[in-house]
């Protein structure tokens, strides 16, 4: 069986957290005070972290689809099962969608969609076969280079003086309100409930750090959800809330205005190795998620559904007629029919009901056969 260590597990967290979270603005209708929603987003989502890790703390040998067969019985646990491969699933399509329209959209505006969701497909997929042992031993080298290079532009952020902290303020001119909803129908889920996913994964821990992952996985989020934090404010803080509204790509506008001694200017392209190296990351995890889910259903080793749930994504992934219509599929499925509250909250608090209840029956029922 393939086995992670503390340190692939940490790097790979921080990888799948920040994502391409950094280079959307979260909290927008909180204006000024989006960077209280990423707070309160943060804190609201270390007890979901909490219950997360609640959950494997009770069966450490298993991951998240053998729980359900454990403890919803076969039936009901593969229903479960089909339910999530199908949401990991659809997560990793919209990574790759998001890819193919953001680099139409910046970088190869002449080269066609397909193409380009193909050659991320492509990757996605030979990443996933190599296996999650492989996947996560690349983790610990991608995340040193991309820790520095956010280290690099915040450095150039402060020393260029384009940030204006004064941006900021008022602080909760409009109340606490438009936070608050921020945080509950957005920045709660993503990034921060997504971490949902390593149920999958924690189990794939070795045995002599198996009861390591509240620690490391704790630190890794914190790492990951302060970068996210200070991107989100230096962006912020250098656009102002205004145009933050109608901008595309929020850190891509503010890292174009950094100049310092008319030397260090256009990051762009940093910009845009932060941007694929999160992409890709995340859309991997999505899709392994996914693929070991079917391992479970059909009793056979995930890398044989790796290409074709890999070519349904891309077919996936060509549906919407624009990016503005991927994103308004995204807002339907996420808001309207409450699907991520439910997949990342609801359903996962019902298992650790579950999981607490059963346990207390079963140690009744020991009781009672020792007693008798």
């Known amino acids: 069986m393939e086995k992670i260590n503390n340190t692939q597990l940490g790097a790979m967290i921080i990888l799948f957290q920040i994502g391409s979270t950094t280079l959307f603005e979260l909290g927008l209708e909180a204006r000024q005070d989006a960077w209280l929603v990423i707070l309160l987003g943060c804190f609201l989502g270390s007890l979901l972290l909490a219950m997360f890790v609640a959950i494997q703390a009770r069966e450490m040998e298993s991951n998240l689809f053998r729980i359900f067969l454990r403890y919803f019985g076969p039936w009901a646990g593969r229903a479960a099962i089909v339910l999530y491969v199908v949401f990991f699933a659809y997560e990793s399509m919209r990574n790759l969608r998001d890819f193919g329209d953001l680099t139409n959209l910046t970088v ?44 690099v532009l915040i450095a150039f952020y402060l020393l260029s003086g384009i940030v204006a902290f004064e941006r900021l303020l008022p602080i909760l001119e409009n109340g606490a309100s438009p936070v608050l909803k921020e945080v509950f129908r957005d920045a709660l889920w993503f990034p921060f409930g997504q971490m949902f996913v390593f149920l999958v994964f924690w ?97 056979k080793s995930y890398r ?59 140690r009744g029922r020991r009781r009672n056969a020792e007693e008798a």
């Open 203 to 299: 189990s794939y821990l070795q045995k002599s750090e198996g009861r390591a992952v509240w620690r490391i996985s704790v630190r890794a989020y914190f790492v990951s959800a302060a970068v996210i934090w200070t991107m989100n404010v230096l962006a912020l803080c250098t656009l102002g809330p205004d145009f933050i509204e109608i901008s595309t790509i929020p850190l891509l506008q503010s890292t174009q205005l950094i100049q310092l001694a008319e030397i260090f200017e256009r990051f762009d392209a940093l910009v845009f190795l932060l941007f694929y190296a999160g992409i890709f990351v995340k859309a991997t995890v999505w899709l392994l998620a996914a693929v070991i889910g079917l391992e479970e259903l059909f009793r």
């Open 304 to 362: 044989w559904f790796v290409v074709p749930t890999a070519g349904a994504l891309y077919a996936a992934s060509l549906l919407p007629r624009s990016w503005q219509g991927h994103l308004e599929t995204g807002k339907l499925v996420a808001e309207r029919y409450m699907a991520t509250p439910i997949m990342l909250g609801a359903f996962p608090a019902m298992l650790l009901v579950v999981m607490v209840v059963r346990g207390w029956i079963e």
């Open 108 to 151: 190869l505006p002449r080269t066609p969609l397909p193409l380009i969701l193909l050659v991320l497909t492509l990757l996605v997929a030979y990443a996933a076969l190599k296996g999650i042992e492989v996947f996560f031993r690349l983790a610990e080298f991608i995340v040193i280079g991309v820790i520095s290079f956010y280290a």
